[in-house]
């Protein structure tokens, strides 16, 4: 008879997320937790040792059923201090503690379960100790939210996450929608501008509110803005950004296709669009779709004009650098971010257990992306940075720095 898995237990959420992009992510936000767990034990150490201080850090590669994970460990200028919650050099981390860090990572365990843990594993923390290690969390995920942004960025990924959200005044567990916000910039760093978190539905007055905070923070100037085709979204696009190119996503065009047409249609179709995505014209690739259309246009009364009613959205990548289109024609960025709040919010019982759960998960990912994925910039776009800045000018300012016959003149 074969065991029951239970749906808390380690080897259920590895096996969760062994088919997803972020099969290593878990590792990473083990770090995180650790590091911050290590750090919280010094600090409530010092307390009592008043003549004692911090002294730095030193690192440390621990080997778990996590992944290995890379520790910075706190020291203290007396040398008397060593985090509890790591084993002995040349050690393998206890399974009760990487059970217990798995679900303070996914936020799965109720506070009574925590409490259990620590008590049987004598680690010195109290359950407040803990939950002040996630306030802690809590207050740089709002920094996150508030920071400054560049005045200048080549494109954003914007993309709904819906998901169920605990609303803690009434204690129902509601349908929510996490916007998130993600910049590629001129030198092609990528980082998260903003997430926003909603009860209810996708709203027209979300990306209003959602575009103006961008601004107030700092954002001015974008190039492009990719997207799903959201209700309201094109006219917010238009009412703040008036110089941007908007991108349907062409991965979601697509799937479109494969939802509206029978099975042979959409491949034919399909394989034209693929075609024509590889053109360097703009111009050209509208004049192929509008063809592609009108041969479908008798058998598709409905759905061909609304493709055609989107043409001049699906195609806008073509008006920048070539090495570079393969990363902004797509959401696909912001999709693969989706799915690490996917693991969260499965393993937490399949809701998030509040608003400020959500922003502590969130913020976890940023920083594990910030800190390992997106620590460089896009390759492609040092082999193209001449021309973006050159364009980027022409676009927005008019001119161009020199008379480079180099500069292409498409983005104005």
């Not at 989706?338 to 919010?345: D, F, G, I, M, Q």
């Amino acid at each position: 008879m074969n065991k029951k898995v239970e749906t808390n237990s380690l080897d259920y959420i590895l096996d969760q997320v062994q088919n997803i992009e972020t099969r290593s992510g878990i590792a990473e936000l083990g770090t995180i937790m650790m590091n911050a767990l290590m750090s919280k034990e010094r600090e409530i150490f010092l307390r009592e040792e008043t003549e004692n201080k911090a002294n730095g850090f030193y690192q440390r590669k621990l080997a778990s059923a996590l992944g290995s994970m890379g520790l910075s460990v706190p020291r203290d200028r007396n040398s008397s201090f060593r985090p509890s919650i790591i084993p002995d050099p040349y050690k393998r981390m206890d399974p009760s503690f990487e059970d217990l860090l798995v679900n303070l990572i996914l936020q799965s365990y109720s506070p009574n379960k925590i409490k259990g843990l620590l008590r049987r594993m004598n680690l010195p923390y109290s359950i407040d100790e803990v939950n002040e290690i996630k306030e802690d969390l809590f207050l740089k995920a709002q920094e996150l939210k508030a920071k400054q942004l560049p005045e200048n960025s080549l494109s954003i990924f914007i993309d709904a996450y819906k998901t169920d959200l605990k609303d803690i005044d009434t204690g129902r567990v509601k349908k929510a929608v996490i916007y998130t916000i993600i910049g590629i910039d001129l030198s092609g760093h990528k980082d998260v501008y903003g997430y926003y978190i909603f009860f209810g539905s996708e709203t027209k007055e979300d990306w209003l509110s959602i575009f103006n905070d961008l601004i107030s923070r700092g954002l001015k100037r974008i190039a492009l803005i990719v997207s799903d085709d959201f209700p309201g979204l094109d006219k917010a696009v238009g009412a703040l950004f008036p110089k941007s190119h908007h991108q349907l996503c062409f991965i979601h065009l697509q799937r479109n296709v494969r939802r509206n047409m029978a099975k042979p249609d959409a491949k034919i179709f399909n394989g034209q669009l693929s075609i024509i995505r590889k053109l360097d014209d703009f111009e050209q690739a509208l004049s192929k779709f509008e063809k592609l259309c009108e041969k479908f246009s008798s058998k598709y009364k409905s759905f061909i004009p609304y493709l055609l009613s989107k043409k001049d959205l699906y195609f806008n990548f073509i008006h920048f650098p070539e090495p570079i289109r393969k990363h902004i024609y797509t959401t696909n960025i912001v999709e693969n971010f989706n799915s690490r709040l996917e693991v969260s919010r499965v393993n937490s019982g399949g809701y998030f257990q509040s608003t400020k759960t959500a922003d502590v998960a969130i913020y976890i990912i940023i920083n594990n992306l910030n800190q390992n994925k997106w620590k460089n910039p896009i390759p492609a776009f040092r082999e193209a940075q001449y021309e973006i800045n050159q364009m980027f000018n022409l676009k927005f300012e008019g001119v161009l720095n020199d008379n480079n016959s180099k500069t292409k003149t498409q983005l104005s």
